[in-house]
């Protein structure tokens, strides 16, 4: 007899442990199953983004900024240091270590919660139309074995998208797994594609000292974030030594031998052009991940795009089956994943209840965070998608070295920006790029989803001195009566 289960979540990481430890905190009995193991081959819960992804990159971007500042800034606050050096090495276990301790800590909540754990990998298997529940097949080395559930909430994430002509080896051509675990610092870095993956570990070993060249196939620098941000941190970015970066870039070839890799590609001009780096971190977004998952027989609807395709309450075209994160649509960010599984979670319990309660969530308040040097954040619409949509709005902007902390930290650069309804005031968006924006930011996401005005947040008194000081100017400057500008 197979074993039973209310709930079966396919995929540990931010959407699927979540969804897991959300259906067992209200009553469900629930399975989680995923397939992960890391380098030394022992079951890693946490998926891409504990274990290879928003976990350790910020671990690493922590270490070259502390590196960074060390060498270039603590001389303009009096601190004299010399001799200053990195152990890679021992910077890669620091970061191990942290992750570790993340991942065991599911395993933690898994047994808190009282989540059943499998390791293998799950194929939904396809049933008859009079059966009532899922079957599915978790295979791993050593066995496999069925079990069966009422409802399945997929959330086997994403994976790198790979180029045809640079495959990765995780040698000299990288993807993000290569870019986390490099033992030294190379002298001379590549870079395919300028977004959150390609600019965050461009920015860790530029701070060690690498020549780093990044080249993106977009026409213009970071075409998803607010056109007004994305020049000020090309701007920015440009005057860091040892960084390059072009855009409306075509890859022709890339070759590579036991020293280095060769790009030949052409920019705007199309002139032929060549790199030569000593490694190449591929980073040109992710797919979703379906293989294996048993779609092809059970009939499950996948788009174009390769994404499960659902409704507004994470629902497929199969009676009870669920899927979130990246692999359905919108972005592909953790916290999206996190809060969808528990919008699942608790529909279900309202199916389960009777009360036919749903969850959903609102797209339109979830914040997007780039961990460079200034951090780039945001919230809502940007101001060319506003000026697309004909929505008039008013705009208030204040720059972060008019604030007294950013001067105190030495961090002035950048500024936020508050877009706001000309008619209602009604916060429609906030942009940022500055210090601590990733944190700031998470004001902006309450006043938005508590349909706040601009006037709201420049009626809140905010502490002096403080970086939130920003925002409350900004908000003032919406209706032209900023303080300190």
């Keep these: 007899m197979s074993k039973s289960f209310d709930v079966a979540v396919i995929g540990a990481g931010p959407g699927g442990y979540v969804a897991a430890i959300r259906c067992a905190q209200l009553g469900l009995n629930t399975v989680c199953i995923d ?17 290879v992804g928003c976990i350790p990159s910020k671990a690493l971007l922590e270490s070259s900024e502390n590196y960074f500042r060390a060498i270039h800034k603590f001389p303009a606050h009096g601190i004299k240091a010399e001799g200053i050096s990195v152990d890679v090495p021992l910077m890669i276990a620091r970061k191990d270590k942290i992750v570790t301790t993340f991942t065991s800590g599911i395993a933690a909540l898994f047994r808190k919660n009282k ?4 390791h293998g990998k799950g194929t939904i298997l396809k049933r008859e139309k009079n059966e009532k529940t899922w079957q599915i097949e978790i295979s791993n080395k050593k066995a496999a074995e069925k079990i069966q559930s009422k409802y399945v909430i997929i959330a086997t994430g994403s994976t790198p998208r790979q180029l045809s002509f640079a495959p990765i080896d995780n040698e000299k051509i990288l993807d993000n797994v290569g870019a ?16 959150v993956i390609g600019l965050e570990m461009g920015s860790v070993w530029r701070r060690f000292g690498a020549e780093v060249s990044i080249l993106e196939a977009m026409p213009e620098f970071l075409m998803a974030a607010d056109e007004q941000v994305a020049k000020e941190a090309y701007k920015i970015f440009r005057k860091e030594p040892g960084l390059s970066i072009q855009t409306n870039i075509k890859i022709k070839s890339v070759k590579h031998n036991k020293k280095n890799v060769v790009v030949e590609y052409s920019d705007s001009s199309s002139e032929l052009q060549k790199l030569e780096v000593n490694k190449l971190i591929v980073a040109v977004g992710r797919v979703p991940n ?30 009870n089956i669920y899927a979130v994160g990246d692999v359905v649509r919108g972005p592909m960010l953790a916290h999206k994943a996190s809060e969808e599984g528990v919008a699942v979670a608790e529909t279900i319990l309202g199916i389960e209840s009777g009360s036919n309660v749903t969850h959903k969530v609102d797209f339109n308040v979830i914040p997007w965070v780039i961990y460079t040097s200034p951090e780039i954040a945001w919230v809502g619409k940007t101001e060319q998608e506003l000026k697309a949509a004909g929505t008039p709005y008013k705009a208030g902007q204040f720059p972060f070295i008019a604030n007294g902390r950013a001067r105190a930290l030495g961090e002035t650069a950048g500024f936020v920006k508050v877009l706001a309804d000309e008619a209602t005031d009604r916060i429609l968006g906030v942009h940022m790029i500055g210090p601590y924006v990733s944190e700031l930011i998470s004001e902006a996401v309450v006043a938005m989803e508590f349909a706040a005005s601009s006037e709201d947040i420049a009626r809140i008194i905010h502490a002096h001195p403080s970086l939130s000081e920003v925002l409350h100017e900004a908000a003032l400057n919406a209706d032209g009566r900023a303080l300190h500008i």
């Design 35 to 51: 397939e992960w193991e890391n380098s030394k081959g022992k079951i890693s819960l946490g998926g891409t983004c504990l274990n």
């Design 115 to 118: 989540v059943t754990s499998m």
């Design 180 to 195: 986390l675990a490099l033992t030294e610092i190379p002298e001379r870095l590549g870079v395919i594609g300028a977004g």
């Design 290 to 319: 379906t293989a294996g998952l048993g779609s092809e027989v059970i009939d499950l609807k996948i788009d174009d795009r390769g994404c499960i395709v659902v409704d507004e309450f994470c629902r497929t075209n199969l009676t």
